[in-house]
């Protein structure tokens, strides 16, 4: 009803406040219905630059929408969401589903997966080949890339939705839950990837987790939401120097990080 | 017997002490299975032996059904060279014209209509009418289209054909993976690009299964319904057998629907491989 009576280019606030220095994803007013029912009204944000976010709250407060939202894949009723000061279309995102199955393309090559966002740019033949080799290297690859994705384990396959998403160098990272659907071992590896990526390129990411070690360990930020309608219930800044390995787990400060964002968490299901 | 022992098993531990099973006991290797590959086989050689049987002890009249051994060797003589090669053909290539026809048309207003769903809902109960529509109803009006012609015995099986194709097609773009959509969208292609990148490969697979049917309806519709039989023609499977019956020729008769059978399944497997090949992510 309200979308209606007040149209987005009117929901512009003529006082627009932008974030502290750093920020890199200012979202103002952001609202969203489901069925009648708000699920985000009026949400401001502001996403740190080079910084990895997580995204941690109750069941169906609207995590994965508020990053499909700022990823332009669902429409916002109301609102404004700016990289940089930009729009989406003038930004570079890249996105890492938690279905890898149904998220790579199974009529290409896995290497032609990862080439397709750079052929959507238009580069040139020789430079995607360059760019390819550069993240085989980074990654590793112990995997034939030529095989097509239904050849290649869930955590391959992941592997190769990341590299695809890191190909044309993006400026933010979306990852929804994309170890939801992976078995322990490949969690912890592309776990370590991301955090080697993110340490050598620095590249905004918003992770979605439904596993708070998981949220805490890559986090800069650890973004708690309440439940719907949804707001912020807390900002946690956790600043353990990187790399994080496995001792990190059970140094004292991961562990109190961890154990305030439980509390807080406990505190918003109940509320 | 099977009562007794069945009432006796209670009892027995109780009589006699366990054992050890020895060597020859219950605890037999298994016994090597059946070679899988010649399973397939068995159907076709028990109604072989089966018909044999009628037709020796005379349950059947040999003046309506001949041996299998005669039919088989009357098939093979008549594809051979024999006049039932050329009424194949005639058949084979109605089918093939019929069918081609529909997927040419069939296959990208499908696909248009699929990726435009308010376009496909418009014309939804048009083409679920005219596919539940069976085919003989509309004879007359493509005789009066087309007349008695070879334009209509390949028109009506085209029709028919290209309902089922068009359905398919749409139903294939409508019913793409909304995620592999927005994974193109995100990483910035636009309408154009997802529609040739992900929606057209998206539908492939129903896109054949479409086809694969739609090759079978062909065929009927040529052989029986209309062409052959009901509009009246000098050549074609289905003209052989009604002709053949008409003179009680049973071998000939029996041959060239057996011929039709074979027509019918080899077009089946042959777009089965295909797509098989061409849609290698199926089901995977």
């Known amino acids: 009803m309200r979308t209606i009576e007040s149209p987005i280019v009117a929901e512009r606030p003529a006082g627009f406040v932008p974030g502290p220095a750093g920020t890199h994803i200012t979202i103002r007013g952001l609202t ?100 390819i080799g550069e993240l085989e290297q980074s990654f590793s690859v112990k995997f034939d890339l030529k095989r097509y994705p239904y050849e290649l384990s869930g955590g391959q ?72 309608p949804t707001r912020v219930a807390e900002i946690l ?17 991961f562990v109190a990080m961890k154990k305030l964002s439980m509390e807080i968490f406990q505190r918003e299901v109940r509320r | 017997m099977s009562d007794s022992t069945l009432l006796a098993t209670p009892v027995a531990p109780v009589a006699k002490p366990w054992e050890a099973p020895g060597p020859n006991d219950t605890l037999k290797a298994p016994r090597p299975p059946w070679n899988d590959k010649l399973l397939p086989v068995i159907g076709p050689i028990v109604l072989f032996l089966v018909w044999d049987l009628v037709v020796r002890f005379g349950l059947i009249k040999a003046i309506l059904l001949p041996t299998p051994w005669n039919t088989l060797v009357a098939l093979v003589t008549g594809l051979a060279g024999g006049p039932l090669l050329s009424d194949f053909l005639v058949t084979v290539w109605r089918t093939l014209e019929a069918f081609l026809i529909a997927a040419v048309v069939g296959v990208p207003l499908g696909v248009l209509l699929g990726s435009n769903e308010k376009a496909y809902r418009s014309v939804e109960f048009l083409i679920d009418f005219f596919r539940s529509t069976p085919s003989s109803a509309l004879i007359p009006l493509f005789l009066l289209i087309f007349g008695v012609s070879d334009v209509n015995k390949v028109a009506i099986a085209a029709f028919g054909a290209l309902l089922i194709v068009l359905f398919n097609s749409a139903y294939g773009v409508i019913n793409a993976r909304k995620q592999r959509v927005m994974a193109a969208k995100v990483m910035g292609a636009s309408r154009w690009q997802i529609f040739k990148d992900v929606l057209i490969w998206e539908s492939l697979q129903p896109t054949f299964v479409g086809l694969r049917s739609a090759v079978s309806m062909a065929l009927v519709i ?30 000939s008769m029996y041959a060239a629907i057996l011929a039709a059978g074979a027509l019918g399944y080899a077009l089946n497997v042959l777009f089965l491989i295909a797509e098989r090949r061409i849609v290698h992510w199926s089901g995977r």
């Open chain 1, 32 to 131: 969203k219905y489901f069925a009648g029912w708000p699920l985000y009204e009026s949400f401001d944000l502001d996403i740190p630059k080079h910084k990895i976010v997580s995204v941690f709250g109750p069941n169906g407060c609207g995590k994965s929408t508020l990053i499909n939202m700022i990823a332009g894949l669902i429409p916002i009723d109301a609102g404004e969401i700016l990289f940089d000061g930009k729009s989406l279309k003038d930004t570079k995102i890249g996105y890492v589903f938690q279905n890898y199955r149904e998220a790579l393309l199974p009529w290409r090559r896995t290497i032609d997966n990862i080439r397709y966002p750079l052929e959507l740019e238009g580069m040139k033949k020789g430079d995607i080949d360059a760019r």
């Open chain 1, 157 to 228: 396959q992941q592997t190769a939705s990341i590299m695809r998403a890191l190909a044309p160098k993006p400026e933010v990272i979306f990852l929804d839950e994309p170890f939801s659907a992976l078995d322990f071992e490949m969690t912890l590896f592309i776990r370590e990837k991301l955090q080697e990526v993110f340490m050598a390129t620095g590249t905004t990411m918003m992770l979605v987790s439904h596993d708070l070690e998981e949220a805490v360990y890559l986090a800069d930020e650890v973004l708690l939401l309440t439940k719907r």
């Open chain 1, 237 to 253: 800044q956790y600043r353990d120097a990187r790399p994080r390995t496995v001792d990190t787990l059970s140094t004292p400060s």
């Open chain 2, 222 to 251: 040529v052989i029986v319904i209309v062409a052959e039989m009901f509009i009246g023609s000098d050549t074609g499977l289905g003209h052989r057998i009604i002709d053949a019956q008409q003179v009680l020729n049973v071998k």
